[in-house]
């Protein structure tokens, strides 16, 4: 938990996505979060970010990506063109959930976003 700047996900999978991610030993996500300084880095700084590479094969057979993530700016709503990291001020708290209720109850899984960002569960 704590102060975030700017944010992202990463994903290490089996190269080409075989096998499928339910089976891949390797798949484990990343939560990106950077709290450098004390505002969020400056637009041109993102920019560069993403048009470098953003996936690399650090292990053999085995691929890191970041991956595009978010869609709108959470402020205003306003489609994003970058999406794989974010660039805000803001505060994140995760909690190990003890057990998964896999019934749709909001937007993000009645509209596949699951599914469609991390494969099927």
Request: include cysteine; charge should be neutral.
């Amino acid at each position: 938990s704590g102060d975030v700047h700017c944010c992202g996900i990463a994903r290490f999978r089996t190269r080409n996505n075989i096998p499928s991610p339910i089976h891949d030993s390797k798949l484990i996500y990343q939560i990106i979060s950077s709290a450098i300084v004390n505002r969020p880095p400056p637009n041109f700084v993102i920019r560069a970010a993403h048009l470098f590479s953003t996936k690399w094969y650090p292990i053999t057979n085995t691929e890191e990506e970041i991956i595009n993530f978010f869609d709108q700016a959470p402020e205003y709503g306003v489609k994003l063109f970058f999406r794989k990291l974010l660039p805000n001020r803001d505060w994140c708290y995760f909690e190990q959930c003890e057990s998964m209720d896999r019934t749709p109850t909001d937007s993000i899984t009645q509209d596949n976003f699951l599914d469609k960002n991390f494969g099927p569960l």
